[in-house]
């Protein structure tokens, strides 16, 4: 024992007359980690975090000790771990013989298997000389693998929207892809905020192709069977190509706002006039059958004075891409004015085709000769002044989730809005937009549903 002693003092001796270099002293034998902590303990693959350490060892002199960082899935540094960097801490004597807390900024990898990152977690791992300790992580939507049960509808063109049911659907991980295209996507909650389904919108540049629901995090994907594929293609159809409508000028009238349950569009504050609009994004969702599906609006005047105009509404019931067939042409108002909010009920017949379909709102105003009365404006064509806007109008099944279970309607008809033949009267609430609309107005019960917000997982190339 006593030569062992001694050669341990030899072996001292020596590495202090060869170096006070750091990576000498870090092999020494009593080089323990005293504390450490990690910022976070549910990580996601390519983050920046803080890890926090403190070195201790007995020494003759200050000296300068290395802690070095791993990313590990096991609790020891091993061929398989990632380093993460490395940084100094200083113990002076005699004592205090631990460092001070030593802070040090990191970013995991974006794999632990070449092409994926490990759902179950793993370990940060801190280490000076021999000495290592570990602290778990877990992995930010390492959860259950979602699943696809079905879609509807079977095809759709860019824009349109699909519907999926399945299971472990999460907010923050779940992402949709039709072949390698990826779909922004929102949620389908019930009344207590639980995930019952997700919409899709069907991307640019899609094809035909399988449906996948992938398990991702921070826009990485997770391994181990995290991807659920639909059992047959979803068939991209063309854009459809609706006739145009449109002003011929700018100037004089233009649609301010337009409000459903599912968005608003405020141009109020935007002085200029445009003769058409068309945003796929502003999704009205609905269900067949559905009586007083409420629209608000308002109209302008883009600064000039409020001439008289017309407002009609038509709507592509059979999804063919035109408004002539019967029933599509479902609003006439001959009169309507500027800065007065206007509340429509919106009835979807119960054979209106599954999908996403265009409603078309067209504000025109009178033109001697031109335009003289609201016959002279149809669903395509064009006119002096005023504006043609179309959204998308998705309808689902009546006995999907959305549909709506309404109440007696409680309505005040404008007395100048005579119905043409098959059209329903706007209705005239004469308030300003920002005075809140009766409550009483439509009482629906889908209105305790939250509206669905298209977005893309945390972390995705999309964002």
């Known amino acids: 024992m006593k030569d062992q002693i001694t050669n341990v003092v030899k ?36 983050m920046t975090t803080t890890l926090s350490a403190t070195v201790c060892a007995q020494r003759n002199s200050n000296s300068t000790i290395p802690i070095s960082f791993y990313y590990s899935l096991t609790p020891n540094v091993s061929g398989s771990s990632t380093y993460l960097g490395s940084a100094s801490g200083s113990i002076t004597q005699p004592g205090p013989f631990c460092s001070p807390v030593v802070n040090k900024t990191v970013t995991l990898p974006t794999t632990t298997h ?10 940060f791992i801190f280490k000076a000389g021999s000495d290592e300790k570990s602290t778990p992580v877990g992995v930010i939507g390492g959860n259950a693998m979602p699943t696809i049960q079905s879609f509807s509808p079977a095809s759709g063109h860019p824009g349109s929207v699909i519907h999926l049911t399945g299971d472990n659907y999460d907010s923050d991980t779940t992402a949709v892809f039709i072949g390698d295209v990826e779909a922004a996507r929102g949620f389908e909650l019930d009344v207590n905020g639980n995930i019952t389904g997700i919409f ?18 921070n826009g990485y ?67 067949q059958g559905t009586a007083g599906e409420q629209v608000n609006l308002q109209f302008g005047t883009c600064g000039a004075p409020d001439y008289s105009k017309l407002f009609k509404m038509y709507v ?3 999804n063919d891409n035109d408004f002539d067939d019967p029933g599509e042409f479902v609003v006439s108002a001959p009169s309507v004015a500027a800065d007065t909010l206007y509340s429509l009920g919106l009835t979807v017949p ?27 404006i149809l669903a395509c064509g064009s006119y002096p002044f005023g504006e043609t806007l179309d959204y998308p109008l998705d309808i689902v099944s009546s006995n999907g989730v959305l549909t709506a279970t309404n109440k007696a309607l409680n309505l005040e008809f404008n007395s100048t809005g005579l119905a043409s033949e098959g059209a329903t009267p706007l209705i005239n609430n004469p308030k300003r937009q920002n ?27 999309k964002k």
């Open 11 to 46: 072996l001292t001796a020596i590495a202090l007359l060869v170096s006070q270099s750091s990576v000498v002293q870090a092999a020494y034998w009593d080089e323990q980690i005293g504390g450490y902590s990690a910022s976070n303990n549910q990580i996601t693959p390519g």
């Open 114 to 123: 070449g092409t994926c990152f490990s759902p179950f977690g793993g370990y």
């Open 200 to 217: 899709a919108i069907v991307p640019e540049g899609a094809t035909s192709d399988r449906i996948s629901v992938k398990q991702i995090s």
């Open 221 to 287: 994907p997770l391994c181990g069977g995290s991807e659920s594929l639909s059992s047959v293609d979803f068939i991209v159809t063309p854009a459809p190509n609706y006739c145009v409508s449109s002003a011929l000028y700018d100037g004089y009238g233009k649609i301010d706002y337009v409000q459903t349950k599912n968005f608003t569009d405020n141009f109020i504050s935007d002085p200029a006039c445009g003769g058409y609009g068309y945003d796929s994004s502003r999704l009205t969702y609905t269900s």
């Open 316 to 318: 592509d019931w059979n």
């Open 350 to 376: 119960s054979n209106a085709a599954l999908g996403t379909t265009r409603m078309r709102l067209i504000n025109a105003l009178y033109y001697t000769g031109v335009v003289d009365s609201a016959n002279d």
């Open 435 to 461: 005075v809140k609309i009766k409550p009483n107005f439509i009482d629906k019960t889908e209105s305790n549903l939250p509206p669905v917000i298209f977005s893309y997982p945390e972390g995705s190339s």
